[in-house]
Nanobody
Framework: QVQLVESGGGLVQAGDSLRLSCAAS????????MGWFRQAPGKEREFVAA????????AYADSVKGRFSISRDNAKNTVYLQMNRLKPEDTAVYYC???????????????????WGQGTQVTVSS
């Protein structure tokens, strides 16, 4: 059973940067495609970014493209989400997710992911 633990959330001001981390344990991390999702109050969870098992391919939601960057360190079993130029509308609980045995990008659909973390709160004040 894979366990995912997010960290790095917090309260920041608009325009600031924040880096989220997601540490994986209990599985073969370098076989998993990884993704970040977020859920704002009163809204459905939405896709943010995804990365292939090798880190060679990435994908982003239009709302974060050019501001956020996803990366991974397979030696540390960790995936990151670097968030720059944060906006109040980025306020949400951020979740990382893993999709087993994925060679390419794991996709933007929640149902394709097998494991989820508990989430970390990001609050951006204006």
């Amino acid at each position: 059973q894979v366990q995912l633990v997010e960290s790095g959330g917090g309260l920041v001001q608009a325009g600031d940067s924040l880096r989220l981390s997601c540490a994986a344990s209990g599985g073969t991390f370098n076989r998993y495609g990884m993704g970040w999702f977020r859920q704002a109050p009163g809204k459905e969870r939405e896709f943010v970014a995804a990365i292939s098992w090798s880190g060679g391919s990435t994908a982003y939601a239009d709302s974060v493209k050019g501001r956020f960057s996803i990366s991974r360190d397979n030696a540390k079993n960790t995936v990151y989400l670097q968030m720059n130029r944060l906006k109040p509308e980025d306020t949400a609980v951020y979740y990382c997710a893993a999709r087993r045995f994925t060679i390419g990008l794991p996709g933007s659909e929640e149902r394709r992911y097998d494991y989820w973390g508990q989430g970390t709160q990001v609050t951006v004040s204006s």
